[in-house]
């Protein structure tokens, strides 16, 4: 598989690295100072750029008709624009705020937790994300997902920042140096509390679950998330 590599800083270098490891070349690696018009000849586009930059790279894989996997978060105000994109060159995107798989089995566990609670009105909700001090964006795409994931269920109605609203989830974000992820979903009474916590300890996760989403890819049209990909019955990780 030749690899086009959207935004080549940490996570672009791990993504190269296991891309490698994987058998497969990498043919472009597009950086924030780099003036390449088109990236034809790759099979599929790899972007975890900065959110600033994430709807020109994404848009330069699709204009380019290659598929195109992203995971870099903070640019969802733009997400009808390239899904209006994709549909109309009828080439495939893949977004996930998280591509660990662990993390998203986290994200089917936070639903059932949120079930189960749906009736216990003495526990107050809050979600809590912790990342290095280089993340830009409050809070975390994963903190917002899960958030989501709990309003699916029906009884709250939103999400915001630091918030006492009845009905709107609570998000904290605290951001310390060398810290990769730690996402953490608490329901607390005047008795006791509840919690669910994922903890990230490298990068190689994300990276790996975005290579694999890129494998998956080829050959299908549509857009997706990485829900399709570990639900498609044929997946291996």
């Not at 930059?53 to 870099?72: D, F, H, Q, R, Y």
């Not at 969802?76 to 624009?81: P, Q, V």
């Amino acid at each position: 598989m030749k690899i086009a590599i959207l935004g080549y800083g940490k996570m672009g270098k791990e993504i190269e690295k296991i891309s490698l490891e994987r058998g497969h070349d990498i043919i472009f690696k597009i950086d924030k100072d780099s003036k390449v018009e088109n990236i034809k000849g790759a099979d599929v586009a790899i972007n975890f750029s900065t959110p600033d930059s994430a709807v020109k790279n994404i848009e330069l894989g699709l204009k380019s008709l290659v598929p195109v996997i992203s995971g870099t978060t903070g640019w969802l105000t733009n997400f009808n624009r390239i899904k209006k994109l994709s549909e109309k060159l009828k080439v495939s995107f893949l977004y996930s705020s998280n591509f660990s798989l662990g993390v998203n089995l986290f994200f089917e566990l936070n639903k059932k937790l949120a079930e189960i609670m749906k009736k216990n009105d003495q526990y107050k909700l809050n979600i809590e994300e912790t990342h290095h001090i280089k993340k830009i964006d409050k809070p975390s795409g994963t903190a917002i997902s899960l958030a989501e994931g709990i309003i699916e269920i029906g009884k709250y109605n939103d999400w915001s920042i630091n918030s006492n609203k009845n009905k709107s989830i609570s998000i904290e974000s605290k951001r310390i140096d060398k810290v990769h992820g730690i996402h953490k979903v608490k329901y607390s009474s005047m008795i006791d509390s509840i919690e669910i916590i994922h903890t990230a300890k490298n990068r190689k996760g994300f990276a790996l679950g975005a290579i694999i989403s890129a494998e998956w890819i080829i050959d299908k049209k549509g857009i997706f998330d990485m829900k399709d990909v570990i639900n498609d019955p044929k997946f291996k990780f």
